[in-house]
Nanobody, 117 residues
Framework: QVQLVESGGGLVQPGGSLRLSCAAS????????MGWYRQAPGKQRELVAR???????NYADSVKGRFTISRDNANNRVYLQMNSLKPEDTAVYYC???????????WGQGTQVTVSS
C-alpha cells in the first residue's frame, strides 16, 4: 500500500519560512520523481517544484529563488523549504510521486499553508 504523508504546514506571517516534509512508503522511492503541488481556493492544482531520481530539479517561476526542494532517499522523504513566503503562497500543498514509464502517480492528503499577518 502506497502512502504519502505530508507535514509541516501551518500559519506564517509574510516573509516567514516553513519546511514541508513528505514521508513515502510502499514505493521504491529512489526511482520516483517527487513533486510538490499546491491548490488555492477556486484555482487549479499547480506544480510548485519537482525533483527527479537524478537529483535534478525544476520550479514554478513564482517560487524560483524562494523555495528549495530536496530528497533523502535513505529515509524516503522529500522536503520543500519555503522562504520569503507571500500571501499568494497560501494553498493546500500536496506531495506527489510519479514514475512515468510505469504510469504510477500517487498523491498525499495535503497540508494547509496559510501566509497572513
Amino acid at each position: 500500500q502506497v502512502q504519502l504523508v505530508e507535514s509541516g504546514g501551518g500559519l506564517v506571517q509574510p516573509g516567514g519560512s516553513l519546511r514541508l516534509s513528505c514521508a513515502a512508503s510502499g514505493i521504491r522511492f529512489s526511482i520516483y520523481a517527487m513533486g510538490w503541488y499546491r491548490q488555492a481556493p477556486g484555482k487549479q492544482r499547480e506544480l510548485v517544484a519537482r525533483i527527479f531520481s537524478s537529483g535534478s530539479t525544476n520550479y514554478a517561476d513564482s517560487v524560483k529563488g524562494r523555495f528549495t526542494i530536496s530528497r533523502d532517499n535513505a529515509n524516503n522523504r522529500v522536503y520543500l523549504q519555503m522562504n520569503s513566503l507571500k500571501p499568494e503562497d497560501t494553498a493546500v500543498y500536496y506531495c506527489n510521486a510519479h514514475l512515468s514509464w510505469a504510469r504510477d502517480d500517487y498523491w498525499g492528503q495535503g497540508t494547509q499553508v496559510t501566509v497572513s499577518s
